[in-house]
């Protein structure tokens, strides 16, 4: 999910001797705007927090909404000739594809993903995606398994189409482009959970309420990545089909789409993990398979049975990811030398579907189309007797270093507390202001008039002290993320063998749901907002560590070699050639480590983080439009 | 680079006839997604009963012991999906699934649904009594017997207090989604502490027994039956006493929480048409103890529902056998 932003612009900061130069002026024009203005706002509202008068309550629109819609959902013309076939399609699909994997059987399906994976990936792959398969069966989860593989299936089609079309018409009109863009935008960083409960109003608990919100949600990378891809083809090779005489469609199906292929494919890689993890989350509507298991584990605290359910939708996330991932980049570089193999091309295709046939007669006569009772491992006790033990010698009282539970005690008093009171203790209008500058600083004054503009909007929806309890959750979090990331980053572009194990340790946190973790939090850290931290800092750390490896090691050999001759140690090398050079990454690490820590501000929700993630929780709890949707606004603002 | 192109367009073609001939399929009359069941219900072409699961063991335990029972005694197939309370009643409402085996009083949408809009019916008595309440851990209550008072709670303020609750003593609450009035009433019966909520109740069971563990003191909001208790042994602080109609008005409450019996609420098609499945839900009837029973073994001891549901159908069986229709 994280290299869906990575692969988007890195801004210009453009802090250089000039633009610092410039970057007085600003904040002086700021200063003298702000002499004028403030006198008079704090006159008129002279409180610390946001004026009551300047609120809005939604509550009353928002509620009639919802009762609206529950009375007229099975009566209203709009439901039963609009939605309703939407939702049968839905529902069909999506049996029918579940259908199919039933009878093809576990032996069809494990043959299956690995002949596709061998002929899209290579033997690898392959290998590893059969054995996936394998032990989603063994951990007892096939069902659930396939449950979440035929929702995935369905939403990950109707994403790529959806995405497709509207990348095409960002990348063909310049227009659409600028509309799509802030748009895109936003709902990149709303948190998951807000998609859920309109499709749940409207379409009711269950699958197609999920699978819709899973198309919002995903869709969006694969339409940016699309229409970057259309519009980054290189124009000379344009011009050369334009002096041919090629029509605007020839054009666009001869040369742009191919040359865009690695866009496109790096986008359905992005959408397959992106719904990969709604359809997790979809389980609080009723969305069935991994997810719900995941979930209902939860309620027993069960660790174990929450690692088990947790384990395949991190393998299914691994194998899709690298399968996808490995078909773009063959795409890419494809040579002679395949070309030259007897299985190239449809006669490869129909072996491997000859051979996935037979797997899957072969299961039938054997009348062993469910997965065997007797091969399946539960790991549900040793895990959670693992996890008393860490508990048990982590907790409180270690010599020296103090226990969890004491470093969570002291995070929350020595810097949550100052900071948030800190925070709540600003005048609303002061507040405004260092966005503004901030956000100039940054960016144009177009940025920071859009940052203003939403800090009023939380200030005008009635959650302005919530909101700067989350900031302070979340400006804590990134902070002890990017420590943690950049030192664990620098390490890893140091030493090859240390990335090498990293890597598989980086997938599993990025992967695993959130759900599974939070017991292990809680039990580590106590309820509260420190584990709400915690949780967020085990989200975006693996992204940051990756931005950050990846940018240190591709810092140009050559500055790297004239450093050394030049006698620098190997302190000296990073901080004055690795770090300045590898700076625009370092930034987009930065960048994303806010939009993820944000991302996880619900899930802090459920372990007592309080704020706004509570809300959202509660909202969705309660079936209740008003109030899941009021924090949304304070995510847009940070982005 | 002419053959892939070729190979894209085929592909979004066969995808957008693919889904013009989905919406062919499922007619061109009105869709009624009321009647539309779970695309996983039926796959094994055998009766299906699609049981809402709550997200605490007790009423785990009622449908683990109820699917149990479907499945080996009736032949049904039994899905289950976990939703909150809330929009519970609204999938079952929608026939999305066919009945809640325990719900702990939600007037609104009882009123909006059973008697309005005539979708759901009312199931009977579960057999077993809810109570809300504030509990300390039995072992402080021991050395510090007034603090099952409410009238004292202020006097130990300073022994609940956490990082969380800051100056004040932490009162946990716990899962948003289920009825609290802590909020309320730590204000009007001037209290000097601070309603932390734990956000789900697998972070306040989790919390509790880390508390317990070290033998520590906590006040916290927890419901009667539940499994809990057999492993941290709590003690209810006396909030001033329930009287019909003093929880009227939320803001002022001053007062307990009532006892609430149990309730089951089925979907009204389903409870028509249901046949045996819908006769034997509607006996279902058990005990405080029975469900106890179960919901320890699925929580402590961590069986599998059904394993738990197996135990306790094996040693019950005179309980059981009147709630099979004839």
């Known amino acids: 999910m994280a290299s869906a932003t990575a692969s988007g612009p890195v801004r210009d900061t453009g802090i250089g001797a000039l633009l610092r130069h410039r970057a007085v002026g600003k904040v002086l024009l700021l200063a003298v705007a702000a002499a004028v203005i403030v006198p008079i706002l704090n006159a008129k509202w002279a409180s610390g927090a946001w004026p009551d008068a300047l609120t809005v309550d939604l509550t009353e629109p928002l509620g009639k909404t919802t009762d609206w819609v529950i009375d007229n959902r099975d009566s209203h013309p709009l439901f039963t000739y609009f939605f309703g076939h939407i939702s049968n399609a839905i529902v069909l699909s999506v049996r029918g594809v579940y259908l199919l994997l039933l009878g093809a059987g576990w032996a069809g399906v494990t043959v299956a993903a690995g002949l596709i994976a061998w002929r899209v990936a290579g033997i690898g792959l392959a290998v590893m995606a059969s054995v996936s398969f394998a032990v989603c069966g063994l951990l007892g989860m096939w069902v659930p398994t396939m449950q979440t593989l035929a929702l995935m299936i369905v939403a990950v089609l109707a994403s790529v189409v959806v995405g497709l079309l509207l990348g095409l018409a960002g990348g063909l009109s310049d227009r659409v482009f600028r509309i799509l863009r802030p748009v895109l935008d936003t709902m990149q960083v709303l948190p998951a959970y807000a998609y859920l409960l309109p499709f749940a109003l409207v379409f009711g608990m269950g699958v197609p309420a999920a699978i819709l919100a899973t198309v919002v949600y995903s869709a969006p990378p694969m339409a940016r990545l699309t229409a970057l891809g259309l519009r980054g083809a290189d124009s000379g090779v344009m011009e050369a089909v334009t002096s041919l005489g090629a029509t605007g469609r020839q054009r666009l199906l001869s040369a742009r789409l191919p040359l865009a292929l690695k866009e496109l494919l790096l986008g359905v890689n992005q959408t397959i993990m992106m719904a990969l993890s709604m359809a997790v989350i979809a389980s609080v509507i009723g969305a069935g398979g991994l997810g719900d298991r995941v979930y209902q584990a939860l309620s027993t605290v069960d660790v174990g049975q929450a690692l088990a359910a947790g384990i395949p939708i991190v393998l299914l996330a691994v194998v899709l990811d690298r399968v996808t991932g490995a078909a773009g980049e063959r795409m890419g570089t494809q040579t002679a030398e395949a070309d030259a193999s007897p299985l190239r091309g449809w006669r490869g295709w129909s072996l491997a579907a000859a051979v996935t046939l037979a797997a899957a007669l072969a299961a039938r006569f054997l009348d062993r189309v469910d997965w065997p009772t007797g091969w399946v491992v539960n790991i549900a006790p040793s895990v959670n007797t693992a996890k008393d033990w860490m508990v048990d010698h982590l907790y409180t009282d270690v010599p020296v270093v103090g226990g969890t539970a004491d470093w969570a005690a002291h995070f929350t008093t020595w810097v949550l507390n100052p900071v948030r009171d800190g925070l709540q203790g600003l005048p609303w209008w002061s507040v405004l202001l260092i966005v503004a500058a901030l956000a100039w600083l940054i960016g144009t004054w177009q940025t920071a008039l859009t940052a203003v503009a939403a800090m009023a909007a939380i200030g005008v929806l009635g959650v302005w002290n919530k909101s700067l309890d989350t900031l302070s959750q979340v400006l804590a979090g990134v902070a002890v993320t990017l420590v943690l990331g950049f030192a664990i980053g620098v390490l890893a572009s140091r030493s090859r063998r240390f990335e090498r194990l990293l890597r598989p340790v980086l997938d599993v946190f990025q992967t695993m749901p959130q759900f599974v973790y939070l017991i292990p939090v809680v039990a580590l850290f106590g309820i509260g907002r420190a584990p709400a931290v915690a949780a967020a800092v085990v989200y975006a750390l693996p992204a940051v560590v990756r931005i950050t490896t990846q940018g240190l090691s591709q810092v140009d050999a050559a500055a790297m070699e004239s450093s050394r001759s030049l006698g620098a140690t190997s302190w000296q090398q990073l901080r004055k050639v690795q770090l300045p050079l590898a700076r625009p990454a370092l930034l987009l690490a930065l960048n994303q480590g806010v939009v993820l820590v944000l991302a996880v501000v619900v899930i802090g929700g459920l372990v007592g983080g309080g704020a706004l993630g509570y809300d959202v929780v509660f909202g969705i709890a309660q079936g209740d439009l008003a109030t899941a949707w009021w924090p949304v606004p304070r995510s847009s603002a940070s982005a | ?326």
Not at chain 2, 70 to 84: A, F, P, T
Not at chain 2, 85 to 111: F, K, Y
Not at chain 2, 304 to 316: H, I, M, R
């Open chain 2, 1 to 326: 680079m002419r053959v892939r192109t070729h190979v894209m367009r085929t592909r979004v073609l066969s995808a957008v006839t693919a889904g013009g001939a989905l919406l062919a399929l499922s007619g061109c009359g009105a869709a009624d997604m009321t009647k539309q069941a779970s695309p996983y219900a039926n796959a094994a072409g055998a009766k299906t009963v699609t049981l809402s699961v709550q997200s605490w063991v007790g009423a785990q335990a009622d449908v683990a012991v109820a699917e149990y029972l479907l499945k080996n005694e009736l032949g049904y197939r039994v899905d289950k999906v976990q939703i909150d309370e809330v929009p519970a009643w609204d999938a079952l409402s929608q026939g999305r699934v066919d009945a809640i085996m325990e719900d702990w009083g939600h007037p609104e949408q009882e009123q909006r649904y059973v008697k309005e809009k005539k979708t759901i019916v009312r199931g009977g008595d579960v057999g077993v009594t809810g109570h809300i309440g504030w509990y300390v851990p039995t072992y402080f209550a021991k050395k510090h017997p007034d603090v099952t008072d409410w009238k004292n709670l202020n006097k130990y303020a300073d022994q609940f207090r956490t990082s969380e609750s800051g100056d004040k003593g932490q009162l946990m609450d716990g899962s948003p989604s289920y009825v609290t009035n802590d909020k309320a009433l730590v204000k009007n019966l001037g209290l000097d502490y601070e309603v932390v909520f734990a956000g789900s109740e697998a972070a306040q069971i989790t919390q509790i027994e880390q508390f317990a563990k070290q033998r520590k003191p906590f006040l916290t909001y927890w419901y009667k039956p539940q499994w809990l208790f057999e492993k941290v042994p709590m003690t209810e602080v006396k909030l001033p006493e329930y009287k019909e109609g003093c929880d009227a008005d939320p803001a002022k409450i001053k007062c307990a929480y009532p006892h609430t019996p149990l309730q089951k609420y089925f979907n009204a098609d389903f409870a028509k048409k249901g046949g045996d499945a819908a006769k034997f839900l509607k006996n279902f009837k058990w005990s405080e103890e029975d469900q106890n029973e179960v919901s320890l073994m699925i929580a402590d001891q961590k069986m599998s529902p059904d394993a738990a549901a197996k135990k306790w159908v094996e040693k019950n069986e005179a309980k059981w056998r009147a709630w099979i229709p004839e």
